[in-house]
């Protein structure tokens, strides 16, 4: 194979790094050999590096020759996906959100009482929430920042449905297979109501025997859900393979690598995800949503498989919607929304101004169209902040703005 030298300036969409001018190691790629994918790839790489080595043969319809030309002009800039009003999208989702978290805990109490189940409810709040994601994913993804320990297990549910639904959406999925994927996240955990009660309610952490027995919820959930009618192998695979580890290490089975099904990979990332940002009763280690992403790529060859998690990230996006920055000013902000262009110019709701003054109408600021002449540098995104360092309540927020 035949590779190249190219300077990190001379870089373009497509090309295969397969050598750095430093080792793996000591840069911030998770893969040893990658495609150029976007401008965040370009960025990274001209900030890490001076110089990389592509292979030719697998930078797709990169021309070697046109490698001597330096970059190409600038092309025309590419529209920004249709952002339609926030209040209104967000207003929507909060709809079907409110809708799902109810008959989710419908769901689980009819488990818990032995009831029969109507997977029929289930079906439908997964097919509105396609409706809403595919018109705005970012306004559902925003509202899972509502966490209330009261209802934690519901909403847990339906915000790993929501994250699972996007992800696949990300990932290319039909609707019909969306559908599937969602169905089986909004009753992942359904096992648990054949926990005993206690250990739910339980307010320290775990023992190991408690955990184990936490860890049967699985094979139970699998159990209950194969004799209803209706329930599709896809969900039915993702309520028994959530917790499968890509290293052999998960429950229930210890299935190894890609004998763990796609789709419970899938909901499997977004259920770890959300663990991981939300209040429980049993567990107090709740992190910012980077902080979140970074342990899941800390982990990811083990877990889920490196390729999945890179492409949840992308999915989520560097600064994760309902993740609080600090600019350049000093202004802080929320961020509502952002495309694949975009991550790291994503758009924002003003909060508070450089001096540390509120917004009274919290304002939509599009970083894109501002970082560009002699301010820029004051739209600059320079870091995620935790909100409890400035006394401000996102979940409060977000709650005000999805009221309608």
């Known amino acids: 194979m035949e590779h190249k030298k190219v300077n ?6 497509g090309m295969y790094v397969a050598e750095l001018d430093r080792p793996w190691l000591d840069s ?12 965040q790839d370009l960025k990274q790489l001209r900030e890490t590096c001076d110089h990389v080595f592509i292979d030719l043969e697998k930078s797709g319809d990169v021309d070697p020759a046109e490698l001597e030309k330096g970059p190409p002009e600038p092309g025309p800039e590419v529209p920004d996906e249709k952002f339609t009003d926030f209040k209104e999208e967000v207003t929507r989702a909060r709809e079907v959100r409110d809708k799902g978290t109810a008959v989710t805990s419908k769901l689980l109490e009819d488990v818990r009482l032995g ?7 289930a079906r439908e709040v997964v097919s509105e929430l396609i409706a809403t994601i595919s018109s705005n994913p970012n306004a559902s993804i925003w509202l899972t920042n509502l966490k209330r320990k009261n209802e934690y297990l519901a909403a847990h549910c339906m915000d790993t449905c929501v994250l699972a639904v996007a992800f696949a959406r990300h990932l290319g999925y039909g609707r019909d297979t969306l559908e599937d994927i969602g169905h089986g996240a909004l009753l992942h955990d359904v096992g648990m109501m054949r926990t005993p009660q206690e250990l739910l309610e339980k307010k320290e952490p775990l023992t190991d025997e408690e955990f184990n027995v936490i860890k049967r919820h699985p094979v139970e959930g699998y159990n209950v859900l194969r004799l209803i ?3 599709p192998e896809t969900a039915l695979n993702v309520v028994h393979y959530h917790h499968e580890r890509y290293d052999g290490s998960g429950y229930p089975k210890g299935l190894v690598g890609e004998d763990i099904p796609m789709e419970a990979r899938i909901v499997g990332i977004a259920d770890a995800y959300d663990s991981m940002t939300s209040p429980s009763s049993y567990s107090s280690d709740i992190v910012l949503p980077q902080e979140a992403l970074g342990r899941l790529r800390e982990r990811a060859a083990t877990d ?8 949840f990230m992308r999915c989520i996006g560097i600064y ?3 993740s609080l920055v600090q600019l350049g000013s000093g202004a802080l902000a929320v961020v ?11 758009v924002v709701m003003m909060l508070r101004d450089g001096e540390g003054n509120p917004y009274a109408s919290r304002p939509l600021v599009n970083l894109d169209s501002l970082l560009e002449g002699m301010d820029a540098d004051r739209w600059q995104i320079q870091g995620v902040r935790d909100p409890k360092d400035f006394g401000i309540d996102l979940e409060e927020i977000a709650d005000a703005q999805s009221r309608g």
């Open 8 to 13: 990190a300036g001379d870089l373009r969409i």
């Open 28 to 39: 911030p790629f998770l893969f040893q050999g990658f495609t150029i994918q976007d401008e």
């Open 115 to 121: 009831e029969s189940v109507n997977s029929e409810d």
């Open 229 to 231: 009618p209706g329930i």
């Open 304 to 311: 889920f498989g490196g390729d999945l998690v890179e492409q």
């Open 320 to 322: 994760p919607v309902g």
């Open 336 to 346: 509502i929304s952002h495309n694949q262009r975009t991550r790291l110019r994503p």
